[in-house]
């Protein structure tokens, strides 16, 4: 996995696919379980699944993408925006490989879990 500091070849353009297939995977959970719901309550949710510094990054660090991320030297792997980054590519990637947004949907709900259950409920 490589971020754009260490190289002009990147997963900038898979990162950038997970994160709208992330976004469409808590979209259909959440439609799923209240058609009704409001967009303000989607909106919600979606930017908190999606939060740099909190829910992305520490999906990432739980797979510690923050060891295989190659950067530059002045860059820290750690870092949430690198590491989250580099979640999402993972999607973008599964979803690539199995040609299944579907594949990936699933994916995605076992790695982050059932959090994303407790928080529709919380809405």
């Known amino acids: ?3 754009a500091s260490f190289s002009q070849e990147n997963n900038k353009a898979l990162s950038i696919f997970g994160s709208h297939l992330i976004e469409t995977s808590v979209s259909l ?4 379980q209240d058609i009704d719901t409001s967009s303000k309550a989607l909106t919600r949710l979606i ?3 999606s939060n ?4 992305c990054a520490l999906d990432g660090n ?3 993408l923050e060891r295989v991320i190659r950067v530059s030297p002045k860059t820290d792997a750690s870092n949430s ?3 989250c980054g580099g979640f999402r590519a993972i999607f973008g990637a ?3 490989d199995s040609g299944m947004v579907d594949e990936t949907i699933k994916v995605f709900w076992k790695v982050h879990g059932d959090r994303g259950g407790r928080l529709v409920s919380v809405l």
Do not use: F, P, W
């Open 1 to 3: 996995m490589t971020h």
């Open 29 to 32: 959970q959440l439609l799923s």
């Open 47 to 49: 930017a908190e699944v």
């Open 52 to 55: 740099v510094d909190s829910s």
């Open 62 to 64: 739980r797979l510690g």
């Open 81 to 83: 925006a690198i590491v």
């Open 94 to 96: 599964v979803a690539i």
